[in-house]
């Protein structure tokens, strides 16, 4: 018998609505019109100031709850979920995010607005740090012994994860724009 004794879930979807994405769009084109920015876990790009609320029950539901109380079902406990926040990343050409986490949440999701090829990978790197330095996930191919994990992601796609994980994003090698929406969720 194998027991997978600490585990990462990550949950995927894709939301194809581009009524969503043209509201993130033009959002993201107000913040820079008006030069509202963060620099958080960014180098270079630019990051919207964060927004606590939405003004669009259907985006609120469809992109934050919904997916989560999805993601949550795995726990087989039902919570009342709430977006804490959401801001709008856009990175060009070899802008990327730094290894960060999100402690000041339970849940954390990125929805990929635009995302051209080579334009930058989410990496989750495991939290033990011991795994850096594993021998064995050259000749052991599962996830219990990888140190990072690259995820490929497409326009239209939402993940989530827990909000402690370790993440940064690749460099974008495309000459086009990569937008995304990041957020974070409370658990009632």
Known sequence: MIIDIFKTSIYKTSIKNN??????INLLELQKKNNCKNVISNVGGFQST????????????DIFIKPA??????????????????????NNQ????????HNDSNISGVYYIKVPKNSGRIVFQN?????????????FDSTNFYSRYFFEVQQYDLILFSSETLHYVEPNRSEEERIS???NLLLK
């Open 69 to 90: 109380l999805e993601y949550t079902k795995q726990f087989n406990k039902q919570y009342n979920i709430e977006l804490a926040n959401f801001w709008v990343n856009s």
């Open 127 to 139: 939290g033990d740090l011991s795994k850096m330095y594993c021998k064995n996930e050259k000749y």
């Open 94 to 101: 070899n802008d990327y995010n730094l290894l960060h986490n």
């Open 181 to 183: 929406v990041a957020f």
């Open 50 to 61: 964060s927004f606590n609320s939405i003004d669009s029950n259907n985006i609120l539901e």
């Open 19 to 24: 009524e969503y994405i043209n509201y993130f």
